[in-house]
């Protein structure tokens, strides 16, 4: 198992939100096919034929909690854990 598998399976355990790397989630959501665009500390990452947009921030070295599970929501609710 690669680590982004690694992280995935992590994040969609979602025993630990806070403890999820900011940059190793950006990394994730692009290779699921996200495009980010970045705007002072706000990294906005959009896909074709998601209609929400994930914003993150960072915090520390870590991405916000509320943050993480709005992004498993995303993956859950569109599949896209099979797409590693």
């Known amino acids: ?25 950006r990394r994730l959501l692009k290779r699921l096919g996200f495009e980010e665009r970045v705007r002072g500390g706000h990294h906005s990452f959009r896909r074709e034929g998601i209609e929400e947009k994930i914003n993150l921030q960072r915090d520390n070295r870590h991405a916000k909690p509320y943050q993480v599970r709005q992004v498993r929501g995303v993956i859950l609710k569109h599949g896209l854990a099979g797409e590693l």
């Open 1 to 25: 198992m690669g680590k982004y598998e690694k992280l995935l399976t992590t994040l969609l355990r979602g025993t630990s939100d806070a403890a999820i790397d900011f940059d190793d989630l």
